[in-house]
């Protein structure tokens, strides 16, 4: 790096997607689930693109960004 460069803030990615942006969709399925069970199946073919092991993916990348 030069003299004046410096790092800007971490973006955690996961599966080639922003942390953050997963963490963030999942929480609206929640959401969606909760209030409309009915509506919310228009999620599922993105909830079928989920690993499981993604949001734990993303908490922990999220987690170790904040303490970085």
């Not at 800007?8 to 080639?16: C, F, H, N, Y």
Request: charged content about 20%; glycine content about 8%; hydrophobic content about 40%.
């Amino acid at each position: 790096m030069g003299l004046y460069s410096s790092l800007g803030p971490i973006d955690p990615q996961a599966s080639g997607a922003a942390a953050h942006a997963i963490l963030e969709e999942f929480q609206e399925i929640k959401r969606t689930y909760a209030s409309a069970p009915k509506e919310a199946q228009a999620w599922v073919p993105i909830l079928n693109k989920y690993t499981p092991t993604l949001i734990g993916t993303c908490e922990k990348g999220v987690k170790l960004a904040e303490t970085l």
